[in-house]
């Protein structure tokens, strides 16, 4: 899957309606190869801020490339974007690195962080293991998207949700990392979610404290 560029309205799109106060950190992770940086691209309302570099021979030594021909380019550091999602919640997404190389700086970008979207592709799900592995021990929530590739074979939800063994709370959604519109709907499936989950400091109402969104 190619970068997908953001449309003219949205590279326009600089600046926060004046009704927006409370802002959200959430990233977009998943092995190497899975989408992110498409995924981040097709939803950001500005032009994303990308750090991909050109894939090399000495890479490929470290990087499975198998079944990969279209893969040119890498995340070396971050993917970042912004998607306002109605006249009061913004959403500000980090898409991290996939080689667990990167693996300290993943330990960083959690900071603030209310929650991670895990892209999965069916094809390669085993590999999303040690993603949500590091999530946990991070105690950092998190829903699953499954990436939905050209090639990839059919397989029900419960099928994938008995195969990455996840909890029955867990959010378990399809998405095309190319589209706006699907992608969207599975990082609102992540935000509901969230929301009913209880947060240090969360007021008796359940409520998360607007300072622990805002301090990004």
Request: hydrophobic share 45%.
């Amino acid at each position: 899957m190619g970068s997908v560029p953001a449309s003219e309205p949205a590279a326009a799109g600089v600046h926060l309606p004046p009704g927006v106060h409370t802002a959200v950190k959430l990233l977009v992770v998943g092995h190497f190869a899975v989408g992110k940086t498409t995924f981040v691209g097709a939803l950001s309302e500005i032009r994303p801020l990308r750090t991909e570099e050109v894939m090399t021979q000495a890479g490929a030594l470290v990087d499975d490339l198998a079944g990969l021909t279209d893969k040119t380019t890498t995340t070396v550091a971050l993917d970042f974007g912004r998607l306002t999602l109605n006249d009061r919640l913004v959403l500000y997404l980090f898409g991290t690195p996939g080689q667990q190389r990167f693996a300290p700086l993943w330990h960083d970008m959690t900071r603030g962080a209310l929650g991670a979207l895990v892209l999965a592709d069916i094809r390669r799900l085993g590999l999303s293991f040690e993603v949500m592995g590091v999530l946990e021990e991070l105690g950092l929530p998190y829903a699953v998207a499954l990436n939905q590739f050209d090639d990839a074979p059919a397989h029900g939800l419960d099928e994938v949700r008995e195969a990455l063994d996840l909890l029955p709370e867990t959010p378990l959604v399809r998405c095309d990392a190319r589209d706006r519109v699907s992608s969207t709907r599975a990082l609102i499936r992540l935000v509901e979610y969230l929301l009913t989950l209880p947060r240090p400091g969360s007021r008796p109402d359940g409520d998360v404290p607007t300072g622990h969104l805002e301090h990004l």
